[in-house]
């Protein structure tokens, strides 16, 4: 199939990009477009303007401090996957952005991107709610900062204004003494995961985000559970759901083999890091 019609603009500044979105409500903002295209190609998304980004000077950066790393709206999953610094300061985003697709996808395709589609089958949603991130975005009133923790509303569903373009996404720094972890389950690689799980240990905390189970990315903490106990304890926050791809009773039995394994990763990253900085 092919796209329905629809306009093209591609403007030269950030200010401009606002100002188009917010004058056609029926617009939408193409970045890499690997999600976008393909429900333009099925018709299941008829936008009456695209409104290119790629023109936009200042948004494919990805800048790294010992408080976080900050992704631009333009940087490629490649890029991200690439930078050292990046992987030192918060190693989970690399962790799941290595089970993103393939190569040729992570080469175009943008981090924020994945993000404002909110599938609950990626990854890095459930890693920015895990890393306690969020994303910054510019509209007709101003720039403002909207935490992960209420970013994701439903399926497909952010609380971005229509209004609004995401410029940037922060995810916090791992602290010192934790470790991370992150696997997932596919029918093959590449493909969107059956179950996926991040984890992150720190000290006594133990917390693990989910994907590809519920309709939003969900974080369980599981602070003080025995190891035994860790799929059921998580499973008690959780409501697999059926589809084409797996049922809910495989998907609560991927949970119960995946927190466990995710969690034990993470101790031993743990103990790595804290290893090599005693080293």
């Not at 992704?71 to 490649?78: E, F, N, Q, S, T």
């Not at 918060?90 to 924020?112: C, D, E």
């Not at 189970?213 to 003080?224: E, I, R």
């Not at 190891?227 to 791809?245: K, R, T």
């Amino acid at each position: 199939m092919k796209p329905a019609p629809f306009g093209y603009l591609r403007p030269g500044t950030l200010a401009e990009a606002v100002a188009a979105l917010a004058g056609d409500p029926g617009a939408k903002v193409l970045a890499g477009g690997q999600s976008l295209v393909p429900l333009l190609n099925m018709r299941l998304a008829a936008p009456t303007t695209l409104i290119d980004l790629n023109a936009l000077p200042g948004l494919d950066d990805v800048t790294v401090d010992e408080a976080g790393v900050r992704v631009g709206a333009l940087a490629r999953h490649a890029a991200v996957l690439a930078s050292v610094e990046a992987r030192r300061v918060q190693p989970l985003v690399a962790m799941a952005l290595s089970n993103v697709a393939h190569p040729t996808i992570r080469n175009r395709g943008t981090t924020v991107g994945s993000l404002v589609h909110a599938d609950a089958a990626a990854e890095m949603p459930v890693v920015l709610v895990l890393t306690g991130g969020s994303l910054e975005v510019e509209g007709p009133a101003g720039r403002r900062t909207v935490a992960a923790s209420e970013l994701f509303v439903g399926p497909l569903e952010t609380s971005l204004h229509h209004d609004e373009i995401a410029v940037s996404a922060h995810f916090p720094a791992l602290a010192p003494g934790a470790g991370a972890a992150f696997e997932e389950i596919a029918r093959r690689h590449g493909d969107y995961a059956l179950v996926g799980a991040g984890a992150i240990v720190d000290g006594d905390s133990v917390r693990v985000g989910f994907l590809s189970v519920s309709d939003l990315p969900t974080v369980v903490d599981l602070s003080g559970v025995a190891e035994a106990d860790l799929g059921e304890a998580a499973l008690a926050e959780l409501e697999p759901g059926d589809d084409i791809h797996a049922s809910a009773d495989y998907r609560a039995q991927l949970v119960r083999v995946l927190t466990p394994r995710v969690v034990a990763a993470a101790r031993e990253h743990a103990a790595h890091r804290l290893g090599r900085t005693r080293g």
